[in-house]
């Protein structure tokens, strides 16, 4: 069973920046890929940024690029997300996802990381508030 726990929200000033962690267990074989999810009250939860375990690919949604970095420690099973120049519109409950990318062959992180739909499993979150 793929397990996903995150750290490290907490409230910022604008401007500011905060790294998140997902530490993953539970993975058998398989391509999969580690996604960022957020979802801010009354809105729907919106990808922000995966990372492909098999090859390092990535994606960010339009609004976190150049400000969002995502990496992995494959050591430590941890999936991190670099947060700078945070701003108000960045506060949200933060999900780590687990997506089955060997379930979706024609497809890449692009369109599998931006929607909710290919999410096999998900961390309960962790709240990203950043004050203006």
């Known amino acids: 069973e793929v397990q996903l726990v995150e750290s490290g929200g907490g409230l910022v000033q604008a401007g500011g920046s905060l790294r998140l962690s997902c530490a993953t267990s539970g993975f058998a074989f398989g391509d999969y890929a580690i996604a960022w999810f957020r979802q801010a009250p009354e809105k729907e939860r919106e990808g922000v940024s995966c990372i492909r375990r098999n090859d390092g690919s990535t994606y960010y949604r339009s609004s976190v690029k150049g400000r969002f970095t995502i990496s992995a420690n494959n050591a430590k099973n941890t999936v991190y997300l670099q947060m700078n120049r945070l701003t108000p519109e960045d506060t949200a409950t933060y999900y780590c996802?687990?997506?089955?990318?060997?379930?979706?062959?024609?497809?890449?992180?692009?369109?599998?990381?931006?929607?909710?739909?290919?999410?096999?499993?998900w961390g309960r979150g962790t709240q990203v508030t950043v004050s203006s």
């Open positions: 996802a687990a997506i089955g990318m060997m379930y979706y062959a024609d497809f890449g992180v692009d369109t599998l990381c931006a929607s909710v739909n290919p999410v096999l499993s």
